[in-house]
């Protein structure tokens, strides 16, 4: 499932965009590929990213995948509910499954990110 109002990084996170903040989660793809997620590190507010950062692992019942920033800022908020919840990512991966709220630097860097489209054709060429 691809939300089309969401934008996506290659590594497999979505971005809600309101002005010069981006929310940040998992994409369903990746969910589906984690299997049952079991935990992940919340990172710390005020933690300042590049593009491209380690945020965070996420573990699940099948592996430990990393959390990259797929755009640069400041964590503003973070989803302390999945501290103790964390299969909410599983649940409801667009909704209250997302991961962090980054204050960009330069919202710019939105521009790199690829449209539901673009993911879509994406995640064809990389499963073929």
């Known amino acids: 499932m691809i939300q089309e109002s969401l934008l996506y990084h290659k590594e497999h996170e979505w971005v ?3 002005g010069s903040r981006a929310t940040i989660g998992i994409s369903d ?3 589906e590929a984690l299997g049952d997620i079991v935990y992940l590190e919340i990172p ?7 593009y491209g950062d ?9 592996t430990t995948s990393m959390l990259y920033a797929p755009v640069g800022g400041k964590i503003v908020a973070v989803n302390e509910a ?3 919840r964390p299969e909410l990512i599983n ?3 667009y909704g209250e499954g ?5 204050e960009m630097n330069d919202p ?3 521009n790199t990110l690829m449209s539901g489209k673009e993911y879509a054709s994406f995640l064809e060429n990389e499963t073929a």
């Not at 710390?44 to 590049?50: A, D, H, I, R």
């Not at 380690?54 to 099948?62: H, L, N």
């Open 108 to 110: 710019k860097e939105a």
């Open 98 to 102: 997302w991961v962090i709220v980054i």
């Open 29 to 31: 793809f990746a969910q």
């Open 91 to 93: 649940q409801d991966v």
């Open 54 to 62: 380690e945020v965070t692992e996420i573990e699940s019942t099948k």
């Open 16 to 18: 809600r965009l309101d």
């Open 82 to 84: 999945l501290e103790g």
């Open 44 to 50: 710390k507010l005020g933690t300042m990213l590049q």
